[in-house]
């Protein structure tokens, strides 16, 4: 395998891409990590950036690791959101850890800016993640060296610390004038990227971690795609267009349940079987996914009942049903989650942004 003095943590980010710049800069030989989960990043975008942007990267998969993480109980806790962003962070370090001597690097590198962020990115929080990843004195965070300890790529002469940085505070300019001198003209929109800083998302996703006993990857990507309803164990995620539908090809597991309006157009709709799927949460369920179908839902108008295929590891029953959105499903909202997360907080602690 070829050989590298570092390795550096590459989100697809502005931050990210100016560290490996900068030290590609001296000369260094650069291996870029692209971390990605469920919750965050795009490997199908890791050829493009290549071509854009000159770096070497590699995706990796870190979605398992990342669930366990969850279903443990991230130790620094949440943030604002379901982002664990500490612990996310001493993952990932601890994850290029491992992986450092497969290419042969001495040092990571990371792209974050002192006091850019009021959790992750304190004084405080930095140390934190040096001592629970085990990389102090191998982390190297360019963007901000100037401003933190020498590392000891930094000591060695390996990096010449005089060409790094020490950016400090929220602001973009500093990152613009570098990305000019760099002559990158693509350049990455700030934020998005992590769907667990979100509201919307946390909605979603959080009922997957406190319902089912033993969630994986594949359940938290369900939980990312069409409208999600909760009836005790009973969880139903019903298509919005035709790309949902598609989507759902790629997360379906034996055991599912779905539904289609026959007769009709209409949602795709796949029911995980939990614990308490009876009779008539099939039937309750079937009647909500005839009520997103137009066309089924005047046809129930003029008196004649819908017929929706409910189908369970290839025995299809067909369910006649009147479309409607009196159920005991139900959406989850952003508030259920905001109330149970920050029960779980301890006080005056937060584990991300
Ligand atoms: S926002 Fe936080 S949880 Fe999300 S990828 Fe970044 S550090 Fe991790």
């Known amino acids: 395998m070829e050989q590298y003095d570092g390795i550096a943590l590459f989100s697809g980010g502005l931050d990210s891409l100016l560290t490996a710049r900068l030290l590609m800069e001296q000369g260094l030989a650069i291996k870029c990590l692209h971390f990605h989960s469920p919750f965050f990043g795009s490997p199908g975008r890791v050829e493009h950036w290549r071509k854009v942007y000159g770096l070497d990267i590699d995706a990796v998969d870190v979605g398992p690791a990342y669930v366990e993480m969850l279903k443990a109980g991230p130790a620094h806790g949440f943030g604002s959101a379901m982002n664990p962003c500490v612990d996310c962070k001493i993952l990932m370090m601890r994850r290029t850890k491992e992986l450092m001597q497969g290419y042969g690097a001495s040092f ?10 009021p959790m992750s990115q304190r004084r405080d929080t930095l140390n934190i993640i040096l001592r629970d990843a085990g990389v102090r ?31 400090n505070g929220r602001g973009r300019k500093d990152q613009l004038d570098l990305a000019r001198r760099f002559g990158i003209s693509e350049i990455p929109t700030p ?10 998302n946390t909605r979603r996703f959080w009922p997957v971690l406190r319902r089912i006993g033993d969630p994986s990857v594949e359940d938290f990507r369900l939980a990312d795609i069409g409208r999600q309803f909760w009836h005790g164990g009973c969880w139903l995620s019903i298509g919005r267009h035709q790309q949902d539908n598609e989507a759902y090809a790629g997360v379906l597991r034996p055991g599912d349940l779905l539904f289609k309006v026959a007769g009709f157009p209409g949602p795709l709709a796949v029911g995980r079987l939990g614990r308490d799927w009876s009779g008539e949460d099939v039937r309750d369920a079937a009647a909500l996914v005839a009520s997103y179908s137009p066309k089924a839902c005047r046809s129930a108008q003029e008196g004649t009942p819908v017929p929706v295929n409910a ?43």
């Open 191 to 200: 934020g998005g990227g992590c769907k667990l800083t979100e509201k919307e």
């Open 137 to 167: 004195g191998l982390l190297l965070r360019p963007l901000c060296a100037q401003l933190l300890d020498p590392t000891q790529a930094e000591l060695s002469g390996l990096v010449d610390r005089s060409r790094l940085l020490g950016f």
């Open 311 to 353: 189908t369970l590891e290839g025995r299809t029953v067909r369910i006649e049903v009147v479309p409607s959105r009196e159920t005991p499903f139900r959406e989850p909202a952003w508030e259920d989650a905001r109330d149970e997360l920050y029960a779980l907080r301890k006080p005056g602690k937060s584990g991300g942004d």
């Open 108 to 117: 990571i590198a990371s792209g974050e800016v002192l006091g850019q962020r």
